[in-house]
């Protein structure tokens, strides 16, 4: 038994390797072809190591891309709003729906799971209309204001808060709190697990979303940074060492957020999913 545990581990471990070697291969190519002159890339040889290492493709998307850095400010203002409203919005109704009693919580919960149903492409065109006759195309509001709260992160939430002890809330009751204060006091920071996978999910969402910001944007100076990398490709010719530089620059904060929250991160996965 022992000596097939091991055969089995050292399996694992062989196909843990082989992904990881699969996933980080092409991301250590693109960050070394940000290094690179647009010649090298397009020459066809495949070298992790730039035959001539350059930081000119960096200078020019910051330097002479003058709305580079207006489509980095879109992204963080978009991204950082959406994922702020997520946490509130989507937090307040998971726990509404797990631990308040009211008429029809039980129907509404079901029509949250359908909607989890339904693919994005569908609701496509109704979305652009509805913002078309808000007037929020090309507008912050229109990229924030329909992403502000997500089915399937009140679903994650309701799981988390239907495990969450009763006896920490009627504690804060018997104290003096009201149901909002002790929400807001006692739940929220107690549920940073959860809170810290959702902010992970909401903010790679938006920050790597193409789609949306292609239906509701249209101005260049209204581009996020999945939307302006694309003016880097032309019908012609496409400016690869620029993308390859443009897209390190995205991947930055991405790996930040993770970094940051990657100790809450495995603990709210598991603990939302345990029930």
């Known amino acids: 038994m022992i000596n097939r545990q091991k055969i089995g581990n050292v399996l694992l471990y062989i196909i843990l390797a082989a992904y990881a070697v699969v996933t980080l291969v092409p991301f250590f190519w693109a960050l070394s072809s940000s290094f690179k002159t647009l010649e090298e890339i397009v020459s066809g040889s495949f070298s992790f190591l730039p035959e001539v290492f350059t930081l000119d493709n960096y200078k020019t998307i910051f330097i002479q891309e003058p709305l580079f850095g207006r489509w980095l400010f879109n992204s963080v203002v978009i991204g950082v709003i959406v994922t702020g409203l997520n946490l509130l919005f989507n937090s307040m109704a998971g726990y509404a729906l797990a631990r308040l009693n009211f008429p029809g919580r039980n129907l509404l919960f079901v029509v949250i799971l359908g909607v989890l149903m339904i693919p994005a492409q569908v609701t496509m065109i109704p979305n652009f209309l509805i913002l078309k006759g808000f007037g929020w195309l090309d507008t912050y509001q229109g990229m ?36 909002m204060g002790a929400f807001f006091r006692i739940v929220l920071p107690l549920a940073r697990p959860a809170m810290a996978a959702q902010i992970i999910f909401v903010f790679m969402g938006s920050w790597n979303d193409f789609m949306k910001p292609l239906i509701v944007m249209s101005s260049p100076e209204m581009f996020t940074l999945p939307l302006g990398l694309n003016t880097f490709k032309g019908q012609y010719i496409s400016y690869w060492n620029y993308i390859m530089a443009a897209s390190m620059i995205c991947t930055v904060p991405v790996l930040i957020i993770y970094a940051f929250f990657n100790r809450y991160f495995i603990k709210g996965i598991t603990f939302t999913g345990s029930k």
Request: charged content about 20%.
């Open 144 to 179: 924030i204001i329909p992403s502000m709260i997500s089915a399937t992160y009140i679903f994650m939430m309701r799981q988390f808060f239907v495990s969450f002890p009763k006896e920490l809330e009627e504690a804060a009751e018997i104290d003096g709190l009201s149901r």
